[in-house]
């Protein structure tokens, strides 16, 4: 049965069809709405052990939707482990403030593609300051805990790079941050800056408010160790602007979720907001279409994954852990032990009556 305490049962009580979304948004919305119910079909699957048949209804599969991330997660997190290096690792944020956010309204794909431009020019330059070619994982995020505009970006840099002669140097700075924040913040704000007047904007009101106040790059402690990395990269990496956990009660007209209010130290406090008004912040946070939030630079690249990564990996005596998560595998949920095997698929009119449960007599025989 599906709850009415998820971000899908706020969307299908609010007409997302008017002018007020975006072809992309309207579809994105209806597909989350859609997600998990007959109107998407599905497939009956039986155990290969136990033989209990269970009928499940498809999913979405949007990379907006709270319910179809999981299997994503898994797969990625499993490839970023094949690409550890035996160093620290430093997670940086690099923060838009708050007078971007209407250009960011309008032009998504503009205002994000030159944040991803200026943040990695911003730590390519420090790097090459000191000699080295320095790699990045790059994740987009554009929401604040109450779901308002609050694009920033998610950087975990490793404490390392190469130098000109392609020889590893290790940056052993356990207790210190990578570079000096205030130095970080005065180049991320030129080089963004560049980047909006290399994009045709030239606002010279927007220029001025962008230069008028400093830019927030907060910096933590290196992580403790590679298992850190992989925690809080599964933590982070395929988020979406609110999950169902959050949200407390949803009624006709309004929907009440927890959020943390950072300027009270994290408190936990609750908000309600009309329907419409949920499903308007939400889809402020609908990325543009093709658009990729995950992005990889310098010796995490794709070029060098091409084989540059494995020979430095190589030298490195690091063994490269390759074990493929295979997501498709379902376990049964009743026994524990056996495997999920679909035996039929159906569509918009439901599962085939004789896999309703008050029509089976004895579990499922798989060939």
């Given at each position: ?169 290790q940056q052993l700075r356990s207790n210190k941050f990578l570079f000096p924040v205030k130095a970080l913040s005065k180049v991320f704000r030129a080089k963004y ?175």
């Open positions: 049965m599906q709850s009415t305490c998820e971000v899908a049962g706020v969307l299908r009580g609010v007409n997302t069809s008017d002018a007020s979304y975006t072809i992309h948004q309207q579809k994105t919305l209806r597909a989350i709405a859609q997600c998990r119910t007959a109107l998407l079909g599905g497939h009956v699957d039986a155990c290969n052990d136990c033989g209990t048949v269970h009928i499940s209804y498809n999913s979405c599969r949007n990379r907006h939707c709270p319910k179809c991330q999981g299997h994503k997660r898994a797969e990625w997190i499993s490839k970023r482990e094949e690409d550890l290096l035996p160093c620290s690792y430093y997670h940086v944020v690099f923060t838009l403030p708050q007078e971007i956010n209407h250009l960011a309204l309008h032009q998504p794909k503009l205002v994000y593609d030159a944040l991803f431009t200026a943040v990695w020019a911003t730590l390519n330059q420090f790097g090459t300051t000191e000699g080295l070619h320095l790699g990045m994982i790059a994740v987009l995020h554009t929401w604040g805990q109450n779901l308002s505009l609050h694009p920033h970006l998610h950087c975990i840099v490793p404490g390392g790079g190469v130098d000109r002669q392609g020889k590893w140097i800056v560049q980047q909006l007047r290399q994009k045709g904007i030239a606002d010279k009101a927007l220029i001025e408010n962008l230069f008028a106040k400093p830019w927030v790059v907060y910096a933590k402690r290196p992580f403790g160790g590679p298992k850190q990395v992989i925690e809080y990269l599964g933590r982070y990496t395929h988020k979406v602007a609110i999950s169902n956990q959050r949200i407390e009660q949803v009624t006709k007209d309004q929907v009440t979720f927890r959020y943390k209010d950072y300027k009270e130290k994290g408190a936990v406090k609750l908000m309600t907001l009309s329907n419409t008004e949920f499903v308007r912040r939400f889809s402020q946070h609908i990325l543009p279409l093709r658009f990729v939030r995950i992005r990889h630079y310098g010796i995490l690249s794709s070029t060098w994954k091409r084989g540059k990564l494995q020979a430095l990996q190589s030298i490195l005596h690091v063994e490269r852990k390759e074990t493929p998560v295979n997501t498709l595998l379902r376990k049964c949920p009743c026994c524990k032990t056996g495997i999920l095997i679909t035996i039929e698929v159906f569509g918009k009119r439901g599962p085939p009556k004789q896999y309703l449960p008050e029509n089976q007599t004895y579990p499922a025989q798989l060939n």
